[in-house]
């Protein structure tokens, strides 16, 4: 069973029971950390966007995938590895970011003979793979100071 940081087993159920709603949260609680990380309040990003992550997550596992369900996916983890990043937490956004890699991989090997699937997960997994080379980067720029993407 996987386990999970920042939402509970009822909540999983919930979500489970209420994917659609579950998956407007995931979008509300996006939009409220975007805000947080303008504002350089990375401790709530996180929460907000761990929250959304790993909601989307369970709908994704669940095979119920959407190119929009996907993005937000992708673009979650990819808001939660940065704010991971700017908070001393390198090792936590690599291993995010490791982890949905390897995730997308699966669905482009799920996906063999559906060209346009398998081309949007291509194009998600070399977000993932950019991102994941931008905190690096910065990191080995500045190892001693937190990452800064304004």
């Known amino acids: 069973m996987i386990e999970y940081q920042f939402i509970c087993i009822k909540h999983r159920a919930w ?8 998956f407007d949260n995931v979008m509300q609680l996006s939009k409220q950390a975007e805000q947080k990380l303008q504002i350089n309040e990375y401790e709530e990003a996180i929460i907000l966007l761990g929250t959304a992550f790993e909601t989307a997550e369970i709908i994704f596992d669940n095979r119920l995938e959407s190119p929009q ?3 937000s996916l992708t ?3 990819i808001m939660l590895a940065h704010a991971y990043s700017m908070t001393g937490k390198a090792d936590a956004a690599n291993k995010l970011l490791v982890k949905l890699k390897n ?9 063999v ?5 398998v081309a949007f ?14 905190i690096k ?3 080995h720029d500045a190892p001693n100071k937190q990452v800064n993407y304004h």
């Open 75 to 77: 673009s979650s983890a």
């Open 137 to 139: 980067n910065a990191l």
């Open 103 to 111: 995730k997308m991989q699966c669905a482009i090997n799920c996906a």
């Open 121 to 134: 997960f291509k194009h998600c997994s070399q977000a993932i793979t950019e991102a994941n080379r931008d």
């Open 15 to 22: 979500v489970d029971e209420n994917p659609q709603l579950a």
């Open 113 to 117: 003979g559906y060209a346009t699937k």
């Open 69 to 71: 369900l996907t993005t």
